[in-house]
């Protein structure tokens, strides 16, 4: 079975550029994460999805970040204008039900310069 | 707010050795996760843990579970250089899905 697959891997680009990354979940699992993990921090939620519905987005700072998850399969996430703090790794996840077991991605490092 | 304490955030072990991770969560919680980070690498589960005095063995690692004490801890047993990595204890609450995150274990096995 595949895994949750994440692209690009890595991403390099210079404050106040725009920037997407790319989800594939597991097939069949209604419910996608995206975190955001700090050098030497645990993951931290930045939204939730139910299939294509954005149940929890509270944590997702709207001025400058947004996600989409068309046809409640793959789901991007956006940042534009990027910032410096920005730079981190950004996980995706997926599980069965909500209240399942979450299987992460391997990530997306993005530097921004 | 769920707040989740490991300790040690890092530790520094010589191979044979035998040493224990504790994670302690501030409030009601009826499932522990225990996961695995290479560097560069994504989270890898170890374990999942429900109810008050599970204990769950994989290899060398196993972990506990106290849901009075709000306690879990991974022990290491005769660690090896292969089990150096940052290990993640996460806890989310009933039909809360929102899983918290500890700050991580970063653990060198030494030979």
Not at chain 1, 76 to 86: F, N, V
Not at chain 2, 6 to 20: D, I, R, V
Not at chain 2, 60 to 82: C, F, G
Not at chain 2, 95 to 108: D, I, M, P, R, V
Request: some cysteine; aromatic content about 10%.
């Amino acid at each position: 079975e595949a895994g949750v697959v994440q692209s690009p891997r890595y991403k390099i680009i210079e404050k106040k550029q725009p920037v997407a990354f790319w989800c594939n979940p597991i097939s069949g699992h209604n419910t996608l994460y995206w975190y955001l993990q700090n050098l030497g921090q645990g993951p931290e939620l930045l939204i939730r999805y139910e299939n294509e519905e954005a149940v929890d987005d509270s944590q997702l700072p709207k001025d400058r970040f947004s996600a989409e998850r068309l046809k409640g399969v793959d789901s991007t996430l956006k940042i534009q204008p990027a910032e410096l703090g920005d730079s981190a790794v950004y996980l995706c996840a997926s599980s069965l039900v909500a209240t399942g077991e979450q299987y992460f991605g391997p990530g997306t490092r993005l530097t921004v310069t | 707010e769920l707040k989740v304490e490991q300790n040690p955030l890092f530790l520094s072990m010589q191979e044979g050795k035998n040493y224990t991770i504790y994670c302690n969560y501030s409030t009601t919680s009826d499932r522990l996760y225990w996961y695995r980070q290479d560097p560069g690498k994504s989270l890898e589960s170890l374990f999942v843990l429900l109810s008050n005095g599970a204990v769950k063995q994989e290899g060398r690692l196993m972990a506990s579970l106290d849901t009075k004490a709000r306690l879990s801890t991974l022990h290491i047993t005769a660690a090896v250089h292969d089990l150096s990595a940052t290990y993640f204890c996460a806890v989310g609450g009933g039909s809360n899905y929102k899983l918290t995150f500890g700050k991580g274990t970063l653990l060198t096995v030494n030979p």
